[in-house]
């Protein structure tokens, strides 16, 4: 009983830090903010029930927001509709195929720069609250309305952070929105509410498949967009899935989460909802409010649809300045500071790729799809060059004239170039030996090595034998059609 009412409340809460998100993103995107509530009601639903991961939050995320932002003014909501479905069937066939393994090939410092980055993002887009609309623009806040702002946000925060020494029994979260949200009223204070953003009340969602041409050119402008919408999707829900992990110390299923997110993007988008992932800001809040079953991420779902039927005129009167104090408390909390203390304890590369160059940086700069992707190429780029380096060989002469070479580590693309230069075919005797019982072919690149290094020995008359190949290893040299008379294959051999 105790497990169901915390999950219940984790759910309720996360809800409300879902709303603005979802309307915010939206109106990024051009698009009715209605379409961001249908897309968060649709996906956090389907993926808390049918995904891989409880107690993680599934809505209208700003990365996705922003990719699609130049579909929508070219072409308008429909098109964006057909992405969104299309999107959905491309994270479908992901999960179909058994690639969602591939996030732990994420290294763990492009880990602690994905949530650093989002982190920093999370609370900057916190600042939007501080602004106000006039004829010239947007301007910041200034003087009493300022004052309020800051004063609320701050009383948000220290509730969120001082109420679980008092009673763990209401999530603080919860407990802040609510109490801010009731003193606001009593007072009359003048501050910035959720009804100032938009007008959340509307009916049920319809079904109704885009209206647009079903033919080729339609399929040209929507699948550049739905390509580049499932990448982010996947790559920010299975990053967060990686984290949740880690949070709750146990395993989900990161096929079935791919399957259930395409699935939910479909619908969302037959329903005309926003395409939608994974939310690390609201994840946080469920399970810092505790919650970890998907009956948190359901109500979570279900919730923002009766806002939108039923309860849109309290929840309208929501302060902004007590969501935004809940999502800088999340933004804290998300942010990896043990990071700071180990950037001189670990390689510099690394620690290049936690801070600086890439997904720190590049998150807050460009887009979480553009920022994970420099850090797994830079930190593939530094692997590949550190072990290029590892790469020697021991040479024995023998009583006969003959040289071995008897070379260690992994030939790969990498570490050809330095291979090649352990051979001295020039000064070389007529007969030499390259012994692989400790070298590995890793691809064609190792091939091609191989292939030249006999050819060189070849040009000037001398005999380069092949021994201790493996069977893996002296497949690949068959097969890539290096003579079989110069390859001897020794029992044991690695």
């Known amino acids: 009983m105790r497990d169901l009412r915390q999950n219940v409340l984790a759910g309720l809460t996360t809800s409300f830090a879902l709303v603005p998100e979802c309307i915010a993103f939206a109106l990024v995107a051009q698009l009715n903010p209605l379409m961001g509530l249908y897309g968060a009601f649709f996906i956090c639903t389907i993926t808390a029930l049918f995904g891989g991961r409880p107690g993680m939050i599934s809505g209208a995320a700003g990365s996705m927001a922003v990719v699609i932002v130049a579909l929508v003014v070219q072409h ?70 300022l004052a309020i702002m800051l004063g609320l946000t701050l009383l948000t925060m220290l509730v969120v952070w001082l109420l679980p020494r008092v009673t763990k029994a209401v999530p603080p979260a919860l407990a802040a929105i609510v109490g801010v949200g009731v003193l606001t009223q009593l007072t009359g204070l003048p501050t910035p509410t959720l009804g100032d953003m938009a007008r959340i009340a509307g009916g049920l969602p319809l079904l109704h498949f885009p209206e647009v041409p079903l033919n080729l050119e339609t399929l040209r402008i929507i699948a550049p967009y739905a390509v580049l919408m499932a990448i982010v999707g996947l790559l920010e829900t299975l990053l967060t899935f990686n984290l949740t992990d ?103 590369n690394d620690a290049l790729v936690i801070v600086a160059v890439t997904v720190t940086v590049i998150t807050v700069f460009t887009d979480l799809a553009v920022a994970v992707l420099c850090g797994i190429v830079i930190a593939a780029l530094n692997f590949a060059w550190q072990h290029a380096r590892e790469v020697r060989a021991d040479i024995e002469d023998s009583e006969d004239g003959s040289r071995t070479y008897l070379p260690h580590g992994t030939l790969f693309f990498a570490s050809t170039a330095r291979f090649l230069e352990l051979f001295d075919p020039q000064h070389d005797p007529q007969q030499v030996v390259l012994d692989c019982r400790y070298l590995r072919l890793a691809d064609h690149s190792a091939i091609a090595a191989v292939q030249t290094l006999s050819e060189r020995y070849a040009r000037l008359g001398k005999e380069l034998r092949v021994v201790a190949l493996s069977q893996r290893c002296r497949h690949l040299l068959l097969q890539a059609g290096v003579p079989e008379a110069r390859h001897e294959e020794v029992s044991g051999a690695a």
């Open 76 to 145: 308008g909501a429909q098109y964006f509709l057909a992405t969104v479905v299309l999107s959905g069937l491309i994270m479908l066939a992901f999960g179909a195929l058994r690639l969602g393994k591939l996030v732990r090939m994420v290294p763990h410092p492009v880990m602690l720069g994905f949530v650093n980055g989002l982190a920093i993002v999370i609370a900057s887009a916190q600042l939007e609250h501080f602004r106000h609309d006039t004829p010239s623009g947007p301007q910041w806040l200034q003087g009493t309305p």
């Open 246 to 348: 880690e949070i709750t110390a146990s395993r989900g299923q990161p096929n079935r989460e791919c399957l259930a997110l395409g699935a939910a993007n479909i619908v969302s988008g037959l329903f005309g909802g926003m395409g939608d992932c994974a939310m690390i800001g609201q994840t946080m809040i469920n399970l810092g409010s505790g919650g970890r079953s998907r009956l948190s991420g359901v109500v979570a779902g279900v919730m923002i649809l009766l806002f939108i039927l039923f309860l849109s005129p309290a929840i309208e009167r929501i302060p902004l300045a007590a969501l935004a104090g809940v999502m800088f408390v999340v933004a804290q909390e998300t942010f990896a500071w043990g990071s700071l203390r180990v950037l001189g304890k670990v390689p510099r």
